[in-house]
């Protein structure tokens, strides 16, 4: 079963808009919610991530939102550019071995 | 420091042949893992491992085995290859600090086509 939620599939936007890409969680024990982003042809990369514990994290034009409550999170890429094109993964960790769960991914691509 | 790195990056097989994927890693890291990556699913464990000898099942365990003798190395073996396992495969690792959530580093995949 899907654990971790996450929406759009894929999603175009214009040079200098606000791409967000949601996720929803049923898992309660998960304590860590990071972001991958993955080009063509390469491995996927740590974004950026958030502990539960707070609500907004930025680091430079991407942001995470959480809603513990609604148990649903989302990254927001201010100011997107085209070089942000990218496949984008929402993940939740639980357990002393950090055992990670993906979301399906969703496919972005700005257009100049 | 190569990061983590995985042999080789394209293969193709045929029905019933065995191989195994190669891992490695040099930064002394204790947890490592094996990804599959399928269009529309995400990234699924196969197996993962949390010290030199000792391993673990994860999602899609099914058809794949895994050692791991040396903290460096994690290969993932295929017992017999079917069209099903035609996927792109990565290879993770991650440090092991206690209360900490460290990040995982991919390898740049292996390719594998099964015909």
């Known amino acids: 079963q899907q654990q971790v939620k996450q929406s759009p599939q894929s999603l175009i936007v214009q040079k200098g808009g606000i791409p967000i890409i949601n996720c929803a969680y049923e898992n309660t024990a998960f304590d860590y919610f990071p972001w991958y982003q993955q080009f063509p042809g390469k491995g996927p990369a740590l974004l950026i991530a958030i502990r539960p514990d707070v609500s907004e994290k930025k680091e430079g034009r991407f942001t995470i939102s959480f809603n513990k409550s609604a148990k649903q999170f989302s990254l927001h890429i201010m100011d997107s550019q085209p070089g942000d094109s990218a496949t984008y993964f929402c993940?939740?960790?639980?357990?002393?071995?950090?055992?990670?769960?993906f979301g399906t991914g969703t496919k972005l691509q700005v257009i100049p | 420091n190569a990061g983590v790195t995985q042999t080789p990056k394209f293969q193709v097989l045929k029905t019933g042949q065995s191989m195994t994927l190669q891992c490695a890693q040099d930064?002394?890291?204790?947890?490592m893992s094996w990804y599959r990556q399928d269009p529309g699913m995400g990234l699924r464990l196969i197996h993962y491992s949390v010290g030199a000898g000792i391993t673990d099942q994860g999602e899609v365990p099914n058809g794949y085995n895994v050692s791991r003798s040396t903290t460096e190395d994690f290969p993932l073996r295929l017992l017999s290859a079917a069209p099903s396992q035609t996927s792109v495969y990565f290879c993770a690792s991650s440090a092991r600090v206690s209360g900490v959530r460290n990040t995982q580093y991919f390898g740049p995949g292996t390719r594998l086509t099964v015909l």
């Open positions: 930064m002394n890291h204790e947890y």
């Open positions: 993940a939740a960790i639980t357990g002393g071995y950090q055992k990670v769960t």
